[in-house]
């Protein structure tokens, strides 16, 4: 009889279970707030499917470990349970829920962030990722990228002691939004996050300085596009919020680039 999966034991699949109620309840509430079927992500062993699977909507349930499959189908019988990776998988409910495996919580969300058709997606991540996302502590390069289609939310802390067996990290609550009037057009969403990861990555001190090498404009044309998206010359990158980078981009490029 088989004991590990074929992708790997525990470790390997970076499964931390989430036991503490509250925790699953606080969840189930955020997914309760939104409409359509539910997709959750990396299901394990199924604590928060119960919880889904009482709100009485279509939810569909996926795991990586195949040795989970048989006894998820057998507790939840109405649920749809697949044996998948949330790499590989479309991810096209309206609503995505889950708890994440810590390790993964990067490539899960650049590529979340990629898939068309999904609406809200509620997520147990890495602490700092979530914080990050969320814009605590100043804006991150990936979180500009993403705000002009996408709303993140940070709905608190979740202690290592709520999972088992415990990460050495905490976990954070955090929700995703597709806006339904983006800030910037779909179609510029590449040239959009080029413009955007230059200005992160470049050299200087304050938003005009940085603008002068970014576009190669003087110093008083910089103020001026600044003045006119309500951004502080000296402002940093991670200050500025999503408005700001799609006001900015826009006087700067006519949103054509």
């Not at 969840?27 to 409409?35: P, S, W």
């Not at 048989?70 to 044996?83: F, S, Y």
Request: one cysteine or more; a positive charge.
């Amino acid at each position: 009889m088989r004991t590990r999966s074929v992708h790997g034991g525990r470790h390997e699949l970076g499964q931390n279970f989430l036991i503490h109620q509250p925790t699953i309840d606080r969840i189930v509430a955020l997914v309760a707030a939104t409409d359509g079927a539910i997709l959750e992500i990396g299901a394990g062993g199924g604590a928060l499917t119960t919880g889904l699977a009482g709100l009485g909507r279509d939810l569909t349930a996926i795991d990586i470990d195949e040795r989970r499959i048989t006894a998820l189908r057998r507790a939840h019988p109405a649920v749809h349970v697949e044996h998948a990776d949330a790499l590989r998988h479309p991810l096209d409910a309206p609503v995505i829920a889950g708890n994440i495996p810590f390790h993964l919580t990067t490539p899960i969300l650049r590529r979340l962030l990629q898939r068309p058709g999904w609406r809200d997606a509620v997520l147990l991540t890495q602490w700092e990722v979530a914080r990050k996302r969320a814009g605590v502590g100043g804006g991150t390069l990936l979180t500009a990228q993403a705000a002009p289609w996408f709303e993140f939310t940070l709905h608190g802390r979740v202690p290592s002691h709520a999972f088992r067996p415990a990460p050495s990290v905490d976990g954070g609550i955090l929700s995703i939004s597709r806006r339904g009037s983006p800030l910037v057009p779909l179609a510029h969403r590449r040239a959009y996050e080029r413009f955007v990861g230059d200005v992160f990555t470049a050299k200087g001190r304050g938003m005009a300085s940085i603008l002068t090498t970014v576009r190669r404009c003087s110093r008083p044309t910089a103020r001026r596009h600044l003045a006119h998206a309500d951004i502080g010359t000296d402002a940093l990158p991670r200050d500025l919020g999503p408005r700001q980078w799609a006001h900015l981009w826009k006087r700067l490029t006519g949103g054509q680039e």
